[in-house]
């Protein structure tokens, strides 16, 4: 262990200031010198804390609109020098440098700055930290000697330490604070080159690096033998997303499983702009319904599959009001009574927002079997307001995989008609529905719609066919006068005469095999409507 050092002289010069008045005085309280720049130096002096201000530590007046400052050997060589090295001890005694054992710093705000819709190039530039991250990267260098304060929350920290260790910070604190700190810088600089490939048109640099902040470990992963944590991006988005909604009261900590399929759920419930209801189990949607009543979408969505449903996730794209609240409680699966299961269970509720008399409602009710619902608030969704920019990244063993995310939805004006007779607009409706979910289900898969309900699925099968059998044996008598959506080509035309057997009326594919023609000439055998939609939905 390291012998203790001193706290004598700090430097703080922050962007936020955000307690900082309170944190200085309680450092002059404890006969700490203070010494700072610009605003800070000026925050600090009205109330009333004395301040050395920098120009009088470097002898050079800041200069060049504050780019130039802090960077001077007698700020980077009190930050630097070893105070168990002889010769950086006369070093400094020779260049009359006094020793700085802490410094409070935080950044130009860089990220909230480019995020602004009326940011241009020039104030990018220059809300680019330079001597911030200078003064973070020497202190953290040498937290042997010198404590770096790169948050408002790690204030009542280090006060607490310095008055429980006479004056100095623990070792063991100064390691975790340097850790922090080249944490931040490592992502600030992200940041900054993300915004600047941007700039560029550049999809995929050379060298990408992906900044993320842990929001909190989780209890284990996708098995209990997993440990895991739950970590967000760096820059928050505008976009509604599960990874900064907001847990209501209530419930236990959601788990690493709960948060994926969550996820699935919300981004399908994203797709429509009317009122939807999805739910999720193992990262497929069992149900999802459209209607112009929210309580009645939920409804179709739950009887689609009641089984399915069961311990599922729960996705909504408006308000959860005290009517839709009591009938997803009051949902009960059909086998609910008989083996007295309890009444219907949802691990996950995604909406964005609830009412306070829904909330309630859900925590009190009797008939519902767990206590331990998890409710996520989203904020209202803008089906336009998604974000271009973000990766979708896959892990490999000793690499990733980095690709646009899958954005493409319905789209009329590219589709093509390819068979004798056209589909009606009850057709089409259920077409758009079942083009729209099969984005979302694991690859091979087949989804039936109708009347704007998902009534089978059949997912991730190595085989096309397969997956058209179990998507019509779940749909049952519901597959006479349904939609057929498929992810990806018929290369043979047996999906569509397996369909047509089934009294499933219309069909949208990608189209592009070799063999189209003998899907079309099947179709229209049975006098089927058929779609081409010239995109693929593989999900991996």
């Known amino acids: 262990m390291s012998k203790s050092v001193l706290v004598k002289r700090a430097l703080v010069s922050v962007s936020d200031k955000t307690g900082i008045v309170e944190f200085a005085r309680q450092l002059t309280g404890l006969g700490v010198e203070i010494v700072s720049t610009g605003g800070t130096a000026r925050t600090l002096s009205e109330a009333g804390i004395d301040v050395i201000s920098i120009d009088k530590v470097t002898g050079f007046p800041e200069m060049m609109n504050g780019r130039v400052k802090t960077l001077h050997p007698k700020i980077h060589g009190g930050l630097l020098a070893l105070r168990d090295n002889d010769e950086h001890v006369k070093a400094m005694r020779d260049n009359d440098i006094t020793g700085i054992e802490l410094v409070c710093v935080n950044l130009y705000p860089f990220e909230q700055t480019v995020a602004k819709p009326d940011c241009v190039f020039e104030d990018a530039i220059e809300n680019i930290d330079i001597g911030g991250p200078s003064m973070v990267r020497s202190a953290a260098k040498n937290h042997k000697f010198v404590t770096i304060v790169t948050n408002p929350d790690q204030y009542d920290l280090v006060i607490e330490e310095i008055k429980a260790n006479n004056g100095s910070v623990s070792d063991e604190t100064r390691k975790e604070l340097a850790r922090g700190a080249f944490a931040l810088t490592a992502a600030y600089d992200s940041a900054i080159s993300a915004y600047l490939s941007g700039q560029a048109g550049e999809k995929f640099p050379e060298r990408v690096t992906v900044a993320i902040k842990r929001d909190n470990e989780l209890r284990y992963g996708e098995n209990p033998h997993q440990k895991a944590a739950f970590y967000q991006l760096a820059g928050k988005t505008d976009e509604p997303c599960v990874a900064y909604a907001k847990q209501l009261e209530g419930g236990k900590q959601i788990s690493f499983n709960n948060l994926m399929d969550t996820n699935a759920a919300f981004e399908l419930v994203k797709e429509f702009e009317e009122p939807a209801a999805v739910v999720?189990?193992?990262?497929?949607?069992?149900?999802?319904?459209?209607?112009?009543?929210?309580?009645?979408?939920?409804?179709?969505?739950?009887?689609?599959?009641?089984?399915?449903?069961?311990?599922?996730?729960?996705?909504?794209?408006?308000?959860?009001?005290?009517?839709?609240?009591?009938?997803?409680?009051?949902?009960?699966?059909?086998?609910?009574?008989?083996?007295?299961?309890?009444?219907?269970?949802?691990?996950?509720?995604?909406?964005?927002?609830?009412?306070?008399?829904?909330?309630?409602?859900?925590?009190?009710?009797?008939?519902?079997?767990?206590?331990?619902?998890?409710?996520?608030?989203?904020?209202?969704?803008?089906?336009?307001?998604?974000?271009?920019?973000?990766y979708d990244i896959r892990c490999l063993v000793g690499g990733i995989l980095l690709q646009q995310r899958d954005l493409i939805g319905w789209e009329p004006d590219q589709n093509k008609i390819v068979t004798k007779r056209r589909p009606t607009s009850d057709e089409l409706a259920d077409l758009q529905l079942a083009w729209t979910v099969v984005k979302h289900v694991k690859s091979n898969t087949i989804v039936l719609a109708k009347d704007r309900t998902i009534v089978g699925v059949g997912a991730g099968q190595m085989n096309r066919v397969d997956s058209g059998m179990l998507a019509i044996r779940q749909a049952g008598e519901e597959s006479a006068g349904s939609a057929m959506a498929s992810d990806a080509f018929f290369p043979f035309p047996d999906n569509v005469t397996q369909a047509a057997k089934a009294g499933i009326t219309a069909i949208v594919q990608p189209g592009g095999s070799k063999q189209d023609q003998l899907s079309i000439d099947e179709a229209d055998k049975h006098n089927m409507a058929m779609v081409f939609t010239g995109k693929r939905h593989f999900k991996h």
């Open 280 to 390: 999720v189990k193992h990262m497929n949607p069992c149900g999802v319904a459209v209607d112009p009543d929210i309580t009645e979408a939920y409804r179709k969505a739950y009887t689609a599959d009641v089984t399915s449903a069961f311990g599922g996730i729960i996705a909504l794209n408006r308000p959860v009001t005290e009517e839709l609240a009591d009938a997803i409680v009051d949902s009960y699966p059909c086998w609910g009574k008989e083996l007295g299961a309890g009444g219907f269970f949802a691990e996950v509720i995604i909406a964005p927002s609830f009412d306070e008399d829904a909330v309630e409602l859900i925590r009190t009710r009797k008939r519902w079997s767990r206590e331990d619902v998890r409710l996520l608030e989203t904020g209202p969704i803008d089906v336009n307001k998604v974000s271009e920019s973000e």
